[in-house]
Nanobody
């Protein structure tokens, strides 16, 4: 089992920056991604960014949602079991609850997801 704890959310003005962190505890299967999803009021949950780890790096690259490309950067520190999201040039539309995610992939099995508790990001003037 995997547990995820996020930090780094807050309130900023348009054009500002934030850096989110998510620390994972427990054993993560070798074929995996870590990433961030968000959900804004009245909208469905959407992918922000994911980054592969372990064997998954041989098959896929990092993925960014269209609305954040060029502004957000995802990274991970495998020694610390931590994933980061650097968010620059934040806009009003980025206001949402951001959730850390770990996805495990096994041959012949359904995808397994773990979720953090969520951290609020508010962009306002």
């Amino acid at each position: 089992q995997v547990q995820l704890v996020e930090s780094g959310g807050g309130s900023v003005q348009p054009g500002g920056s934030l850096r989110l962190s998510c620390a994972a505890s427990g054993s993560i299967f070798s074929i995996n991604t870590m990433g961030w999803y968000r959900q804004a009021p009245g909208k469905q949950r959407e992918v922000v960014a994911t980054i592969p780890g372990g064997t998954a790096t041989n098959y896929v690259d990092s993925v960014y949602g269209d609305s954040v490309k060029g502004r957000f950067t995802i990274s991970r520190d495998n020694a610390k079991n931590t994933v980061y999201l650097q968010m620059n040039n934040l806009q009003l539309g980025d206001t949402a609850v951001y959730y850390c995610n770990v996805a495990e992939f096994r041959i012949g099995a359904v995808r397994r997801d773990y979720w953090g508790q969520g951290t609020q990001v508010t962009v306002s003037s």
